[in-house]
């Protein structure tokens, strides 16, 4: 006798808790426009928008900046869409253009800096979602998603890694001299 039974589980029904999510990160001024590390992070879709799997997060990178050498334990995706910039992947250097994604497996050692004259632009979608949740912990609210944050001193830049450090384990995050 041949069972009827189904090999795969069926998809669950529509959670109509959940909603329809748009972000608009030039005109929309409810949606957090994050200052870190001389970058301008905007969150258009949080973990709490996807039930955390996954963050989407609009990057401005002027030139000089970028993220310092670090890993975590979740996958990060970059879609270039502006400019280029020059990465790090454990250890070999490769350069990012517009029209490159990206994909950062989960735990590799990584860094980009915006080598250009021109500011860069990039989508960083983060799965499992979470990330968003430390660069809102460790940076400053700016007014949009191209404002600068504020220029640190040398003590305020050793006061900033350091938080950054104490609170990197929270978000599965590691800071490392060199990628």
């Not at 189904?6 to 909603?19: E, F, G, N």
């Not at 735990?107 to 800096?113: C, K, M, R, S």
């Not at 504020?150 to 950054?164: G, H, N, S, T, V």
Request: aromatic share 8%; glycine share 8%.
């Amino acid at each position: 006798m041949v069972e009827n039974t189904p090999k795969y589980p069926p998809v669950p029904a529509d959670d109509l808790r959940r909603t329809l999510t748009t972000a608009q990160p030039d005109t929309d001024q409810t949606l957090p426009h994050i200052g870190l590390v001389g970058d301008t992070y905007t969150i258009t879709v949080s973990g709490d928008d996807t039930g955390g799997r996954f963050c989407v997060v609009d990057m401005h990178i002027p030139p000089g900046g970028g993220p310092p050498a670090h890993r975590h334990n979740f996958e990060e995706t970059f879609i270039l869409f502006e400019g280029e910039v020059e990465a790090t992947f454990r250890g070999q250097k490769t350069v990012w253009r517009a029209g490159d994604t990206v994909n950062i497996p989960a735990n590799a050692p990584h860094q980009f800096h915006n080598a250009s004259s021109k500011p860069a632009r990039l989508l960083c979608i983060c799965s499992p979602a979470g990330q968003e949740k430390f660069f809102a912990e460790v940076g400053v609210p700016v007014a949009t998603r191209t404002a600068p944050p504020p220029k640190l001193d040398a003590k305020q830049q050793a006061e900033f890694r350091q938080k950054a450090t104490a609170l990197a384990p929270k978000y599965r995050t590691e800071l490392l001299e060199k990628a």
